[in-house]
């Protein structure tokens, strides 16, 4: 079996090939570039090539051939578009998903074939594993990584059962501390190099330097809500009122405030799951779950301005006036360079507590913002995911409208799994969490599973 390994130039991959090579695979290295632009960045012009640098001398000492593949054109076009098209409409799209499937198990896979390549591998730290359905269909299953620090099958939620026929995942069931021990071991360029970060095959990047390459900066209000807006909000209360209704026993309190408490991943103790009967939550209607699953609107809040006299000369000037709901507390470039959840950038101050975008509002050209962990803005417990977005890895196990089923879910990368239900509709899934979600954010990918194994996907 001849396999090509996409060799990055970094510790994972290095290893990956290097113990396909021991188990007797006839293997070869492609390093593919993807990006060329610098603007942006917040590295050095040249990164990529010190990468195949390190990619052929990790190639030369394993004692494999080495080809280099330019894939810009198709990066550009498939992913880079994608993502300004994405940020342009005001959700917060994962380039690295898309990389992966248009990418790294698309275009680099077609010319890993045109090398007479069965399969391709790489170094992300997940599993798979294949079996024989009835009827004699050959199924592909994909788990997460052993290590659960650094399990990256989320970024593979996008692929196809060919893709995954063609994919092998070398280091899935070590840890990141075993790699680094083999392929120092193998005294292999690579092993004390920093893993790769920001977006994928583009690096860390100036996000808002970056995007402006193509979005143009238009200034906004930045507005912060207090929380008397949620007292007398209709469409806030009319949902809490519904998510309550779930409840197995309606006598008990609805927690709607997530248990995020920190940065670092802590959740308070005291914030317990609510306890959502499927039945219940299956027998809501259209509007009933169209309520539940939708973001918060703050186009109410409104601001009118009042002319006043100032000082000894009473010269007239104009201010806002007070709203109970919330205040104007500065100005932004642009609202499609903020997402929601995000809590660096901001560059306002005189807060005791930190300040997040709760949502954004392309039309209006305005950024929301909340104070703190546990502000209500950042809390929902429903999300929905049109049906053309739905994705499934087992197509074996795709849910029939009308069906609900347990699963555990993220909706982020490294996100501790969730455990929610799942009712298919026929125009959409709705996920009900037992737990609230802090920052679901509109873009990003719904991931859910059965344990370990990766079910399905879909677009928020």
């Not at 919330?326 to 903020?338: C, D, S, T, V």
């Not at 005189?350 to 809390?379: C, M, W």
């Not at 979600?437 to 509109?442: D, L, N, V, W």
Request: hydrophobic share 35%.
């Amino acid at each position: 079996m001849k396999i090509c390994v996409g060799l990055s130039g970094g510790v994972d991959s290095s290893v990956a090939a290097l113990l396909l090579k021991q188990q007797g695979y006839d293997v070869f290295a492609m390093f593919m570039q993807n990006w060329h632009d610098t603007e942006g960045t917040l590295h050095g012009d040249c990164e990529w090539e010190e990468d195949r640098f390190v990619a052929e001398m990790v190639a030369r000492k394993i004692g494999i051939p080495f080809y280099f593949i330019d894939l810009s054109e198709e990066y550009r076009k498939r992913v880079v578009d994608y993502m300004f098209d994405t940020y342009a409409h005001g959700r917060t799209p994962n380039p690295d998903v898309l990389c992966n499937r248009e990418i790294k198990f698309d275009a680099f896979l077609k010319a890993a074939e045109r090398l007479g390549a069965d399969a391709v591998a790489t170094g992300h730290y997940c599993r798979s594993e294949s079996f024989t359905a009835p009827g004699g269909v050959t199924l592909h299953r994909l788990f997460e990584g052993t290590d659960p620090g650094k399990d990256q099958s989320y970024f593979l939620c996008r692929l196809t059962q060919r893709q995954l026929s063609k994919a092998l995942f070398p280091i899935g069931g070590l840890l990141k501390s075993e790699v680094r021990r083999i392929a120092r071991e193998a005294e292999l360029p690579s092993a004390d190099k920093k893993d790769s970060q920001g977006i994928c095959f583009v690096g860390k990047v100036d996000l808002p330097e970056f995007l402006k390459q193509k979005l143009r900066s238009v200034e906004g209000d930045v507005v912060e809500v207090f929380d008397a807006f949620y007292a007398d909000c209709v469409q806030y209360n009319s949902s809490l009122a519904v998510l309550h209704s779930l409840l197995k026993d309606p006598t008990k309190p609805l927690h709607s405030i997530t248990g995020y408490i920190s940065e670092d991943r802590q959740y308070s103790p005291e914030v317990a799951h609510n306890d959502f009967s499927a039945e219940k939550f299956a027998a809501l209607g259209p509007e009933e779950l169209e309520l539940i699953s939708s973001p918060l609107s703050y186009s109410s809040i409104r601001f009118e301005t009042e002319t006043y006299r100032s000082g000894k000369h009473h010269v007239r000037k104009t201010r806002y006036r007070t709203n109970p709901y919330g205040q104007i507390i500065g100005r932004h470039e642009g609202a499609q360079f903020y997402t929601v959840g995000q809590r660096k950038g901001l560059n306002i101050g005189g807060h005791s507590e930190p300040l997040f975008v709760i949502a954004t509002d392309i039309e209006s050209n305005t950024v929301y913002l909340g104070q703190g962990h546990r502000h209500k803005g950042l809390s929902r417990s429903c999300l929905r995911i049109p049906s053309e977005e739905l994705h499934w890895i087992r197509p074996d196990l795709e849910m029939a409208p009308g069906q609900t089923r347990r699963y555990r879910v993220r909706i982020r990368y490294r996100q501790p799994l969730q455990d929610a239900t799942l009712l298919r509709r026929a125009d959409a899934m709705y996920i009900l969490f037992d737990s609230p979600q802090r920052g679901i954010t509109p873009g990003q990918f719904a991931v859910w599973y059965d344990e370990d194994e990766m079910i399905g996907s879909g677009t928020i």
